[in-house]
């Protein structure tokens, strides 16, 4: 397997060579760069699979949630695996039970599940953006020095912050405050939305292709939100529908209505472009316990990648 989990220092680079690796290995994987950060980093997007229906999953948008975008990659990993090796299989025709002494449900449940890994790659084509923010997860891990433009760093280090806690890019801007929705409000003068070459490459990606459902992985609580205040009631009926399978799924909550936005914050969030501009399924995923502390520790990679390993199996199910 490309990933390992048990590279405790994974920098924004290994992440890079990680993603080309992917595309290397496995046909199912190619990969495109949709856009460069503000510190001329590349924001990768990984293609997995074949189908003509589109569903995006996106990562890292704030800095310091540093676990999901190699889960994430993993899961690509995962998924490419169980296609590729169907294919094999199917070729040299040895899916038969070869040997009836052994336990039958043990060998056929491995090969149902590839089958409709299988069938699932045929029907969809997974984007999938896991480090949309490199430069904030650079400065998470190892502060301004992490900054190449001296000017970004200067201004940075002037900010003198918990680095450990950094959730903006790297012009100080929280990208998911930054795209232009109903709840988006300017938080100082000067502030205009989709501002960042972050944001703008996302919505790109958002009108590029016809996309039936968006995921985005942030961290912490381990709870899903799907109300969105600014849609019908059939919209959030929809929402709710997805967001309960996907509870399921994962063992998270549900965050309700009450829950859009914390008092006193502006909304502008990815999901709430995405719902507004496309009326189709936009949800944000919390990985990670809620009183983890930053840095996380990357122990929770492995414990994140098996609760949330099953979502994209789960939402090729609901014939999105
Ligand atoms: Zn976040």
């Known amino acids: 397997m490309v990933i390992d989990f048990d590279r405790e220092n994974y920098t924004y680079e290994d992440f890079i060579s990680d993603v080309e690796a992917l595309s290397k290995k496995y046909n199912s994987i190619k990969y495109v760069t949709i856009g460069k950060s503000h510190d001329n980093r590349d924001i990768a997007m990984l293609r997995l699979g074949m189908g003509k229906r589109y569903i995006l999953f996106c990562g890292g948008v704030h800095g310091r949630e540093t676990i999901n975008p190699i889960v994430l990659l993993k899961i690509a990993e995962y998924y490419a695996y169980q296609y590729e090796d169907y294919i094999k299989h199917k070729k040299i025709g040895n899916q038969r039970i070869t040997d009836i002494t052994v336990n039958i449900k043990k060998q056929y449940e491995p090969m149902i599940f590839k089958r409709c890994v299988y069938e699932l790659l045929q029907t969809y084509t997974i984007l999938m953006i896991p480090l949309l923010n490199p430069d904030g997860y650079m400065i998470s891990l190892y502060g301004h020095y992490a900054v190449n433009n001296s000017t970004l760093q200067n201004k940075i280090k002037k900010m003198n912050p918990n680095y450990a806690e950094w959730k903006y890019n790297s012009r100080g801007i929280d990208i998911n405050r930054n795209f232009p929705s109903r709840l988006w409000k300017p938080k100082k003068q000067g502030d205009y939305a989709a501002s960042e070459n972050e944001t703008k490459a996302l919505i790109q990606v958002f009108h590029h292709y016809r996309i039936r459902c968006f995921l985005d992985f942030h961290s912490r609580g381990k709870s899903i939100?799907?109300?969105?205040?600014?849609?019908?009631?059939?919209?959030?009926?929809?929402?709710?529908?997805?967001?309960?399978?996907?509870?399921?799924?994962?063992?998270?909550?549900?965050?309700?209505?009450?829950?859009?936005?914390?008092?006193?914050?502006?909304?502008?969030?990815?999901?709430?472009?995405?719902?507004?501009?496309?009326?189709?399924?936009?949800?944000?995923?919390?990985?990670?316990?809620?009183?983890?502390?930053?840095?996380?520790?990357?122990?929770?990679?492995?414990?994140?990648?098996?609760e949330i390993k099953l979502v994209l199996f789960e939402l090729g199910g609901l014939s999105l």
Do not use: C
């Not at 799907?226 to 509870?247: P, T, V, W």
């Open 225 to 306: 939100y799907y109300y969105r205040s600014s849609m019908s009631e059939g919209y959030n009926r929809k929402q709710l529908y997805i967001a309960k399978h996907l509870k399921n799924i994962t063992g998270y909550e549900l965050n309700d209505y009450n829950n859009e936005i914390d008092d006193g914050d502006s909304g502008g969030n990815t999901v709430h472009y995405f719902s507004e501009h496309f009326n189709k399924p936009a949800l944000t995923i919390e990985t990670v316990d809620e009183d983890a502390d930053f840095p996380l520790d990357y122990k929770y990679r492995a414990k994140t990648y098996e």
